[in-house]
């Protein structure tokens, strides 16, 4: 089980929740499959990359951002028709990656890729409700968040 525990501080922890929002440490890399493709023709897989991964429930998909996707190298595999937050259309790329947040067993899935607006630079996923239909997800509002893969 992945924990993270926020420093306590003169302000109540649930307000660093509240300000930060849920996020765990993560890991992209290629999938598996593409992995042993590359192999076999002979090139190295890329490093992973690591960054932050925010937890949205408002969202159907989890995203990644488009230059995680790029420095991947990972092939689209179609495009997904979606909805921005404000109810605009867009259709973005999919791709098939592993993820893995915290020391948790990496999730392999079909995630899109966006060019996030994010708060904190360091945020590259955001993890929807595709993924957390895979988790137990406890958000107790005293300091502790925890994710559990099933």
């Known amino acids: 089980m992945t924990e993270r525990d926020y420093p306590r501080s003169p302000r109540p922890p649930e307000w660093n929740l509240a300000a930060e ?10 999938h598996p499959a593409l992995a042993h ?8 897989p890329p490093d992973p990359v690591e960054g932050m991964a925010l937890i949205d429930t408002g969202a159907s998909q989890t995203l990644i951002h488009e230059r995680v ?3 991947l190298g990972i092939p689209p595999m179609g495009l997904q028709r979606l909805r921005t937050f404000l109810g ?3 259709a973005l790329s999919t791709h098939f990656v592993s993820l893995q947040l915290g020391d948790e067993k ?14 904190r630079p360091a945020t590259i996923v955001l993890v ?11 958000y107790d509002g ?9």
């Open 88 to 90: 605009e259309p867009v």
């Open 128 to 138: 929807g409700r595709d993924l957390l239909r895979h988790a137990r997800f406890v």
């Open 142 to 150: 005293q300091g502790t968040i925890r994710i559990e893969l099933r």
């Open 37 to 44: 493709e590359m192999r076999r023709r002979g090139d190295l």
């Open 69 to 71: 996707i790029e420095q």
């Open 21 to 30: 929002g849920p996020e765990f440490p993560v890991r992209v890399t290629v």
């Open 106 to 119: 990496p999730w392999e899935g079909v995630v899109v890729a966006a060019p996030l607006a994010v708060k």
